[in-house]
């Protein structure tokens, strides 16, 4: 219980602090004023001046908010209100919180490829892993086996004894392979793959450890956060269009798998950190009212049309968001309390 809380408070803290330090940068780069900055949520735990920002830690770490001198329209402006600068300026500190979403996967990836290397599938016919109940698993083959031969067949590679596998679903095969220094053999038959369309027998290559250097690491860094963004861009468009079912977790989810995470050590802790923190960037661009990417389309129309919506269109667009977010807040805590199993 204590891991996952603390995991949960590392989590939410870390994300929450980059995206609204996104905001709170550039509002100062462009000359606003920020009257607080403030993380969490509910009573303060502490809070003090600097300037002419109050900075603020809430006792929920479950968000957070920039208070942006004249970020309502009706309130007093002047010269360092959020609606004296150029729609520019604006756009660029609404769409800061989420581009630094982007960045802090980019240096947590380059932590962990520093810190733990690159585990890469190695080309030597070596069993790294054996799912149970799989052909491999019942016909006896361990973790460290060395395939040597199919159907007398001799093997030299892992793609080798793969393609092999692929072609030959539900046929037997007899397998030469090497257990502790003693040659053996052993009768499988690949299992069909209706996904995948092709045989299986449930295993894994050995993988092999590879440390990059530091320039390389931040190539990768970058590689890897555009690769888990663009599946996400994927899925999230699938499940808009109802070709795959929507899956959607809320806090509680989120603090559940934080903790389980959170049990496999430090870096898998912040590989997690790193996915959640690509999502919550994609899902605050979408063009909903409230989220980030809503205020960018509405200042993109006050763009267009040379001057801002009134007052009462704002808080009608607002209401619809706001209504939304509530709508996903509530079908998100009602699948994450149906997956604890409590009734």
Do not use: C
């Amino acid at each position: 219980m204590l891991t996952t809380v603390a995991a949960t408070i590392f989590v939410f803290g870390l994300l929450v602090l980059v995206h609204e330090l996104g905001h709170f940068f550039t509002a100062k780069m462009v000359g606003m004023r920020v009257d607080e900055f403030g993380i969490g949520f509910g009573p303060k735990i502490v809070s003090y001046r600097h300037g002419e920002t109050l900075y603020s830690l809430g006792m929920i770490p479950l968000g957070g908010f920039n208070k942006i001198a004249g970020m309502d329209p009706e309130e007093k402006q002047d010269e360092q209100s959020f609606y004296a600068k150029a729609i520019p300026a604006r756009m660029l500190v609404i769409a800061a919180g989420s581009v630094m979403n982007f960045v802090l996967p980019i240096l947590l990836f380059m932590i962990i490829f520093l810190s733990s290397g690159i585990d890469t599938p190695s080309s030597q016919p070596i069993v790294g892993n054996v799912f149970p109940d799989k052909p491999a698993a019942q016909a006896g083959l361990v973790v460290g086996d060395r395939i040597i031969s199919v159907n007398e067949n001799e093997i030299t590679s892992w793609q080798e004894f793969v393609k092999i596998i692929q072609v030959n679903a539900n046929n037997k095969l007899t397998l030469g392979y090497e257990h502790q220094g003693k040659l053996q053999t052993a009768i499988v038959i690949p299992e069909y793959d209706e996904k995948a369309n092709r045989g299986i027998i449930g295993i894994m290559p050995q993988l092999d450890k590879y440390h990059p250097g530091v320039i390389e690491a931040v190539g990768l860094s970058f590689k890897q956060t555009y690769m888990v963004a663009s599946n996400m861009v994927v899925g999230i468009a699938q499940m808009i269009t109802g070709k795959v079912a929507a899956e959607v977790a809320g806090p509680i989810g989120v603090a559940q798998m934080a903790g389980e995470v959170a049990q496999l050590g430090l870096m898998p802790l912040l590989q997690f950190a790193a996915f959640l923190s690509i999502n919550l960037g994609l899902i605050n661009l979408l063009p909903v009212p409230v989220l980030d990417g809503g205020h960018l389309v509405t200042l993109a129309v006050e763009g267009i049309r040379g001057k801002p919506l009134k007052p009462n269109q704002m808080q009608f667009i607002q209401m619809i968001g706001f209504a939304l977010l509530i709508m996903l807040f509530l079908v998100a805590t009602f699948k994450d309390i149906s997956r604890l199993k409590l009734f």
